[in-house]
């Protein structure tokens, strides 16, 4: 198996809907995701969720990426909605194309550093006591 760094942040809209297709797709490498809650002032309520980490190629390949080279135009690849409904539907999980490909749009996949990309976005790990 080979493994590669990805950092999907999504938003809270989209967090179960997010948490169920990979555990569906990957089996028990694909649960646990998204379980970090993230906001502009680092309160609760969540505006976004973050997974960031090592993932199985394969996965992360259905998933789209865009990488910000140094002082260049970022480079987005597409997700691959399509193959990720089949793969769900055929574990057992319904999903359609349009809504892994709406859940692809929301959200932001990259191969950054956590912090790197919640600064980006201007997000903070949320927490009921955040000052």
């Known amino acids: 198996m080979t493994w590669t760094h990805r950092?999907?942040?999504?938003?809270?809209?989209?967090?179960?809907?997010a948490r169920q297709l990979p555990a569906a797709i990957a089996g028990?490498?694909?649960?646990?995701?998204?379980?970090?809650?993230?906001?502009?002032?680092?309160?609760?309520?969540?505006?976004?969720w973050i997974s960031s980490g090592l993932l199985d190629k394969?996965?992360?390949?259905?998933?789209?990426?865009?990488?910000?080279?140094?002082?260049a135009e970022p480079i987005h690849t597409p997700g691959q909605?399509?193959?990720?409904?089949?793969?769900?539907?055929?574990?057992?999980?319904?999903?359609?194309?349009?809504?892994?490909?709406?859940l692809f749009d929301a959200s932001d996949a990259t191969d950054q550093e956590a912090m790197v990309a919640m600064s980006r976005m201007g997000l903070m790990m949320a927490s009921e006591s955040a000052e």
């Open 7 to 17: 950092c999907m942040i999504v938003p809270d809209e989209q967090v179960e809907f």
């Open 28 to 48: 028990s490498s694909g649960s646990g995701m998204w379980g970090t809650a993230l906001s502009p002032s680092g309160k609760l309520p969540a505006t976004h």
């Open 58 to 71: 394969q996965f992360a390949d259905l998933l789209p990426l865009t990488q910000y080279p140094n002082d």
């Open 81 to 102: 909605s399509a193959l990720a409904a089949h793969l769900a539907t055929a574990a057992g999980f319904t999903a359609t194309a349009e809504q892994v490909q709406a």
